[in-house]
């Protein structure tokens, strides 16, 4: 909770200059918290937290934008994004409407995502 909070305001605070040139250690990073991100909604799946749900399916997509700045000029990558934060706003509206199989289902989609942009960068 505490790290969510600080990621979210580090998102806020960081200026585009930043993520420019530093571009590698700054994905490195997104991504460990985009890790975080999705074990918090692991565990608002097993905890059965809407609140939980959302906050980090939110907090997935703000990290999707912040990482993709820099990779705006491959449409594929950008496509794969695209795709990673419709999951993730699914996920929003299902834990919103507290409908527990759509959670359940969002989080299989935004698990789908992450393994499928991976595979798109490895195969690069
Ligand atoms: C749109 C593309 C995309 C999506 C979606 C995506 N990732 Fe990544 N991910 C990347 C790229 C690119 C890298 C490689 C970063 C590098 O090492 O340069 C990466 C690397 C990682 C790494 C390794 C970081 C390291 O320390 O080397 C982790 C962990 C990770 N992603 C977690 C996730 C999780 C969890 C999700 C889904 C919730 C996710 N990613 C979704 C593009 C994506």
């Known amino acids: ?20 040139t530093k571009i590698p250690n700054t994905t490195q990073m997104l991504m460990k918290q985009k890790l975080v991100a999705a074990h918090g909604l692991l565990e608002g799946i097993v905890r059965n937290d809407f609140d939980a749900l959302k906050e980090n399916a939110d907090l997935l997509k703000s990290i999707s934008k912040a990482s993709t700045w820099h990779k ?6 950008m496509s794969y994004a695209r795709s990673f934060q419709n999951a993730a706003d699914f996920l929003v509206t299902n834990a919103l409407a507290k409908n527990q199989e ?23």
């Open 102 to 124: 759509g959670v359940a289902l969002g989080y299989v989609r935004v698990t789908l995502e992450c393994m499928q942009c991976h595979n798109h960068v490895r195969d690069l």
């Open 1 to 20: 909770m505490t790290q969510t909070v600080l990621l979210a305001a580090a998102l806020l605070n960081a200026s585009p200059t930043f993520a420019e």
């Open 72 to 77: 705006s000029d491959s449409e594929i990558f």
